[in-house]
């Protein structure tokens, strides 16, 4: 599976690599900057910043099925506001709660952020969907692909990282260690400008295939 969807991925970055990337950049900064620039003001400065994040998950999914992506798209979630903010908001909470449970928090934090991982995709496509309904339907079509999405992750951000390290390691080495040193700091600048859209695209390529090739839902799980 995980070769398929990196095949995906890499697919639409050789396609337009550039006004993705132009476009992810420019939803990180705007959500970053409507939560601070709102900060006074918590609640509308979280979900213009939530409702911005969805909607690049709008141009994700987009780039990735071949249409048209443009700034507009990022927008897409001010349409239905406090559908998509309140069901970020909702999705978050339990996230947050889930946490919270003593000695086994953090896993089932984690657990359940990749069950509800798909969240803004039904709250931004999927209009008749409730806020809180877009939880459970998130639950029922990441049922079968979660520990794939975790792989995906490992790959995206562990495995690079361990490899930042060890060259970081041989750029001690005397004298021939300052190649090394340029080639992590290449690396790590290289890295560091395009994860978030490979990363947006590689969860975009799980929700489509999810779509189209649903494994049999989860009997009883809640929230």
Known sequence: MLGSIFGRVFQVLLRKPFLLWGLSLLGSLLA???FVGFICVIPIGIGVSYTLTA?????FLDGLRGKEVNSNQLFAGFKNFFHVAGGMAWMALWVLLWSLIPCV???LGVYKAYSYRFTPYILITKPEISATDALKESIRMTYGYKGSMFAADLLLFAVPLFAFYIIALLASIPYIGILFAMLLIVAYIIYIVFISLASGLTQAA???TAEQNPISPII???G
């Open 206 to 208: 799980f929700y489509d």
């Open 55 to 59: 909607g690049m998950s709008l141009v």
């Open 220 to 222: 009883g799980e809640q």
């Open 105 to 107: 928090g953090i896993i």
């Open 32 to 34: 970053s900057l409507a």
